[in-house]
C-alpha cells in the first residue's frame, strides 16, 4: 500500500489559492500522525495517480491560547515549510468554513504569528506576513555561466529575487534549480523569483519553489519578496503592488516602504516599516475521503 493503514479514510478538501492547489486536512484530533506525515504527503501531491497538490496543510490545534489553531504545511516532496503565503489564505478560509476560526484570525505557524481576514463571502484572504528580513544584495553570481545581480530575502521562507528583461525568455527550472542549490544559500537553499517590470504597479512574476522542485503558477511569499524588493529599488512602484503570477492569476501585495530612510543599504534597519500583507482569492475546488489501498 502507497501509504500506511493509519492514513486511510482522511476527509480533505482541495483548495486553490490565485495559481498554487493544496490537500487541506483537519489535524487537531491527529487523524494523521507524525510519523506518516512524509510518506502521506508524497503520495497524495503526486499528479495523474493521486490528488496530485503543491503540497499538504494541516489544521492542528494551537499550543497557547493567543491563536486561533496551528498551520502546518508540508511541500510535495514531504518536506515540512516554514510558512507559505497562498497556503495560509486557503487555510483561514478552511478554518472559517470548519468554524475553527471567525473571519479575522490569528494563526501559528513555524515562521510566527500570521495575522488573516476572510471576506464574508469566504472567497478571498488577506494575510499579514511576519516580518521580512532585511534585503541582502548578491551582485554577481554565476548562473550557469551567466553573472546575475540577485537580492536575497526571508519573508516567512527565503526568497530570490533576479530582474530579468523579458520574463518569457528564462529558463525558469534550470536556472531557478541553480540558484536554489547555489552555495550562498546553503544549508537550506532558497526559492527563486523572476521578477519583469511592467509598469503601472505591476509585475510579472515567475517562481522555482523549493520543495517542490520545479515552477509553480505562483507563491505567496514569493510575489511578497518580489514586490517588496520592487518597491524599495523603484519608489514609484507604490502598496499595493499588483503581481501577476506565471498561472495568469493576480495578487495584491500591501508593502510599507520608507523611501526617505536615510540608511544606504539595499533593505537596511527601518526601510522595511511594517509587515507587508497578501491579498488574493481562495476557491474550493472540491471535497472528498482518501480511502485508496494501492500497491506500490
Known amino acids: 500500500m502507497w501509504y500506511a493503514e493509519a492514513c486511510q479514510n482522511i476527509p ?47 489544521i492542528e490545534r494551537a499550543t497557547d491560547n493567543t491563536h486561533d489553531y496551528k498551520m502546518r504545511i508540508f511541500n510535495a516532496d514531504g518536506s515540512e515549510a516554514e510558512m507559505c503565503g497562498n497556503g495560509s489564505r486557503c487555510v483561514a478560509v478552511f478554518a472559517f468554513i470548519l468554524k475553527v476560526a471567525g473571519l479575522v484570525q490569528t494563526i501559528q505557524t ?49 526568497h530570490a529575487v533576479v530582474f530579468v528583461a523579458d520574463i518569457t525568455s528564462i529558463d525558469v527550472k534550470a536556472e531557478g534549480r541553480c540558484l536554489r542549490n547555489h552555495d550562498i544559500f546553503k544549508p537550506k537553499g532558497t526559492n527563486v523569483n523572476f521578477v519583469q517590470l511592467s509598469g503601472g504597479n505591476i509585475i510579472l512574476v515567475r517562481t522555482y519553489e523549493r520543495g517542490v522542485e520545479d515552477e509553480t503558477y505562483a507563491c505567496g511569499t514569493g510575489s511578497v519578496a518580489s514586490a517588496l524588493v520592487t518597491s524599495i529599488l523603484h519608489p514609484s512602484y507604490t502598496s499595493p503592488v499588483r503581481v501577476v503570477t506565471s498561472g495568469g492569476d493576480e495578487l495584491k501585495i500591501h508593502c510599507y516602504i ?39
Open 110 to 158: 513555524i515562521a510566527g504569528t500570521l495575522k488573516a481576514e476572510v471576506s464574508e463571502n469566504a472567497t478571498s484572504a488577506t494575510v499579514q506576513l511576519s516580518p521580512p528580513s532585511l534585503v541582502t544584495k548578491h551582485p554577481s553570481v554565476s548562473v550557469l555561466g551567466t553573472p546575475r545581480l540577485v537580492y536575497h530575502i526571508d519573508t516567512g521562507v527565503p
Open 258 to 296: 520608507d523611501h526617505h530612510h536615510d540608511n544606504n543599504k539595499v533593505g537596511g534597519e527601518g526601510v522595511i516599516k511594517e509587515s507587508p500583507k497578501l491579498q488574493g482569492d481562495v476557491s474550493i475546488v472540491y471535497s472528498g475521503v482518501f480511502a485508496p489501498v494501492i500497491s506500490s
Open 12 to 58: 480533505f478538501y482541495k483548495m486553490a489559492g490565485t495559481g498554487n492547489d493544496f490537500i487541506m486536512v483537519d489535524n487537531r484530533d491527529g487523524i494523521i500522525q507524525d510519523g506518516h506525515l512524509r510518506e502521506f504527503t508524497i503520495n497524495a501531491c503526486r499528479r495523474k495517480v493521486s490528488v496530485g497538490a503543491d503540497g499538504v496543510i494541516l
